[in-house]
C-alpha cells in the first residue's frame, strides 16, 4: 500500500527547542516537498528535493533545515530560529519528471 | 504576483453539479491548469489537470476556455464529502517546477 506518512499528527515544543518532522514515501518519487500551511491560509513551500543529497530552499526557508541521505526520507527540523512555528506542516512527493504531488496526513505542530 | 483568481466560498446542494471557476489570464502557452483540494485537515488531493483540451476522470472534468484565461472544475454530483477547498494552480509540467498554493474556494455541499 503506497504512500506518505508524516509523524507524529500532533507535536508539542517548548519555545526555543529544535523539532525535527519525520516524512517517509515509499512511491520510489524521487521529488519531495515540505510546505507550512497556517489557519485560513493557502501552502507556502519551504524546501523541496529533486533528488537524493540535494535540495533547494521554498519560499520560507529560515528557520528551517532539511536533509535528503535517502530517497524515501525527507525529514524536516523546525530550529529555534524560526520565529513563529506553530503551524501544519506537510510533505508531498513527486516523479522525477512530473510535478503531480500526493501529500502525507502532515503534522500539526504547536509551540508553547 | 497572483497567477489564479478564483472565488473565496461557493455552496452547492448535494446531488447537484458543483461549478468551480478559475481565472488565469496571465497564464503561458506551455502552462497547465492542476486542481487540488484539501478536506479540513488532511493533505491537499490531487484531482485533475489540463493544457488545452477538456479533461474528465473519476472525480471530476475540467473546462478550459478556448483562450486559456479561465477554466472550471465540475464535480457532476457534489456530496458532503465533496466539501472542500479547492486549489486552482497554473504551473509548467515537470520536476523543478514549484505549485503556487492561494488562497482555494472553499466548497460547502449542503443536504
Known amino acids: 500500500d503506497g504512500g506518505i506518512t508524516q509523524s507524529p499528527k500532533y507535536l508539542f515544543r517548548k519555545e526555543g527547542q529544535n523539532v525535527t518532522l519525520s516524512c517517509e514515501q515509499n512511491?520510489?518519487?524521487?521529488?519531495m516537498y515540505w510546505y507550512r500551511q497556517d489557519p485560513g491560509q493557502g501552502l507556502r513551500l519551504i524546501y523541496y528535493?529533486?533528488?537524493?543529497?540535494?535540495?533547494q530552499k521554498g519560499d520560507i526557508a529560515e528557520g528551517y533545515s532539511v536533509s535528503r541521505e535517502k530517497k524515501e526520507s525527507f525529514p524536516l527540523t523546525v530550529t529555534s530560529a524560526q520565529k513563529n512555528p506553530t503551524a501544519f506542516y506537510l510533505c508531498?512527493?513527486?516523479?522525477?519528471?512530473?510535478?503531480?504531488?500526493?501529500f502525507g496526513p502532515g503534522t500539526r505542530l504547536t509551540v508553547l | 504576483d497572483a497567477k489564479t483568481t478564483q472565488p473565496t466560498s461557493m455552496d452547492c446542494a448535494e446531488g447537484r453539479a458543483a461549478n468551480l471557476p478559475c481565472n488565469h489570464s496571465t497564464i503561458s502557452g506551455n502552462e497547465y491548469v492542476y486542481w487540488y483540494r484539501q478536506i479540513h485537515s488532511q493533505g491537499p488531493q490531487y484531482i485533475i489537470h489540463?493544457?488545452?483540451n477538456n479533461e474528465t476522470n473519476e472525480m471530476a472534468s475540467l473546462i478550459i476556455t478556448e483562450d486559456r484565461k479561465s477554466s472550471t472544475l465540475i464535480l457532476p454530483h457534489a456530496t458532503l464529502r465533496d466539501t472542500a477547498v479547492y486549489y486552482c494552480?497554473?504551473?509548467?509540467?515537470?520536476?523543478?517546477?514549484?505549485?503556487?498554493f492561494g488562497g482555494g474556494t472553499r466548497l460547502m455541499v449542503k443536504p
Open positions: 508531498a512527493s513527486s516523479t522525477g519528471t512530473t510535478n503531480e504531488q500526493f
Open positions: 489540463g493544457l488545452k
Open positions: 528535493s529533486q533528488i537524493v543529497n540535494d535540495f
Open positions: 494552480i497554473v504551473s509548467h509540467r515537470g520536476a523543478g517546477n514549484m505549485l503556487t
Open positions: 512511491l520510489n518519487h524521487d521529488a
